[in-house]
């Protein structure tokens, strides 16, 4: 299956975010990812739900994919699926995710969306593996999260090639995403360690053709 390109818009110019969020999706951005940062599990603010709403008005045909860096998930979760969230992912490190995971996971599908699992860089992949029955999709980070712009970490060719094998030996269709410092140096190493959905903030909003880039990241 082809490979998809869901667009970080923390990138983006914020004052102009529907702009540039239809110029991701008119370049060929098969999703729109958005950051939501709390200030407590990542040390940096970005948006919530509010801004989600607002731009799900403007664009209702996108494919929101909800990237929540928050210590309670569970207890905004409604308010992101209300706002149009199509997928939301959480982190098993979040406070509010790690005492009871597979809770907060059927929570996000009693709320008619699909439902992620992502890992900080230093968390054993294999500590997701309890739960790869209960998603539609991994997210794999490949930078300490809460800032976009960072350098991709090397270490994460193996963790997303181990998280595929026990996908594939269990049977499993699960999404495989990576999000941090993709590029178009680093798309390959993602996608040959078994990534099918890569997260790009940066290189794509600074890409001298935007379309070129989706088309590179499509083709890989
Ligand atoms: C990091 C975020 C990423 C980030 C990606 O905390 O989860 O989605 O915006 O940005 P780049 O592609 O610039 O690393
Ligand atoms: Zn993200």
């Given at each position: 299956m082809q490979t998809k390109l869901s667009v970080?818009?923390?990138?983006?110019?914020l004052a102009n975010l529907a702009a540039q969020s239809r110029a991701a999706l008119d370049a060929g951005a098969d999703m729109l990812h958005i950051d939501v940062m709390d200030?407590?599990?990542?040390p940096n603010i970005s948006y919530g739900a509010p801004v989600l709403k607002c731009l799900h008005k403007a664009l209702p045909d996108a494919f929101y994919d909800v990237h929540l860096m928050i210590e309670d998930p569970a207890f905004y979760a409604k308010d992101f699926a209300a706002a149009g969230a199509d997928l939301i992912t959480v982190h098993l490190e979040a406070e509010g995710v790690r005492k009871d995971p597979k809770a907060v996971l059927q929570a996000i599908h009693d709320l008619g969306c699909k439902a992620g699992l992502s890992v900080r860089p230093?968390?054993?992949?294999?500590?997701l593996f309890p739960y790869l029955d209960q998603v539609e999709l991994v997210l794999i980070m490949s930078?300490?999260?809460?800032?976009?712009?960072q350098s991709f970490l090397p270490q994460t060719s193996q963790r997303l090639a181990a998280v595929r094998a026990e996908l594939e030996r269990r049977g499993l269709s699960v999404m495989v995403q990576v999000d941090g410092g993709v590029n178009t140096q680093t798309a390959p190493l993602c996608t040959q360690a078994g990534a099918d959905v890569l997260v790009v903030g940066s290189a794509f909003y600074n890409a001298p053709d935007m379309s070129a880039m989706a088309a590179g990241i499509h083709a890989l």
């Open positions: 970080s818009v923390l990138s983006a110019d200030g407590h599990f990542v230093g968390t054993p992949v294999e500590e930078v300490e999260p809460g800032f976009g712009g």
